[in-house]
């Protein structure tokens, strides 16, 4: 009997192994809160915010972080696969870490894509790829609101519980989030129409000119793995010039030289553009500051806009 025992228990541990040692056991705290991963800042802040004193939430992507470039160290695989549910935004933004998404869910982990909540007829083509989507999706605030509901499924099969709170915090969420969409227009209002022209770094703020009456023009494509080219730098400056464009606009995340020479390129034409303040595009301000929830960075990102356009 003993010969058949030694051979069963080699393969448990090379299963465990494989598996990054994923039990029915959730991994919870020693204060008992469930551990919940999210790849952005902007998923974290949510999940805090709905998962309220039940979860832990770790970010992958801190502040200034760009998504689209961003590789999973090995502590972030085992950090994944630890927890107890893991988001992330889909849309490919987080394009190098799909083999990991598939594996984890390949092992039972509980994974959430919360672009699968999302009105397929809300998403926005990619400008640099036809057959794909923009995955800018927390720039319209009523296609975040569907994200939210959808890591609130997330949650209540993390902890059906607690199914009841997580619905209460989802309620007081979208209130807010529908202030915050008010907000936006009220203060977008205060610009001409055919003033609104936001140019920056990379075309991350489709969703937002198109939830808020904007014509929008990024330098570089929607992922900043595309490189803005000597015509692309030539053919934005000359539009600047044509419309006599105020601002344009840095991101956090994105380097400031292209824009830097974009401004030097529309002065070579004898117009001045000035650089109209930071944008927070593909993650959320600091910890600590008035800008590091969702909701705080995008009154924050209006508010820069509206002052430098107006």
Known sequence: MKKFIIPILILCILTLSITGCNTSKKNTTADGKHRVVATTTMLADMAKT??????EVKGLMGPGIDP??????AGDVKLMQKADMVVYNGVHLEGKMGEIFENLTGIDKLVVNVSNGVDKDKLLV???NSNA??????FDVNIWKQAAVELTKGLKTLDSEHANKFDENLKAYLIELDKLDKYIKDR???IPAEKRILITAHDAFNYFGNAYGFQVKGLQGISTASEAGTSDLRNL???IVKHEIKAVFVESSVPKKNIEALQEA???????VKIGGELYSDSLGDAGSPDETYIGTF???????????K
Do not use: M, R
């Open 68 to 73: 689209h470039l961003y590789k999973a160290s």
């Open 266 to 272: 529309v002065k070579a034409q004898g117009f001045e």
């Open 237 to 239: 400056a000359n539009f």
């Open 126 to 128: 990619s400008q640099d």
């Open 133 to 138: 989507h923009d995955p800018h999706i927390w």
């Open 50 to 55: 709905l998962g309220e004193d039940y979860v």
């Open 188 to 190: 977008a209002s205060e």
């Open 299 to 309: 009154k924050a990102n209006i508010d820069t806009i509206v002052d430098a356009l």
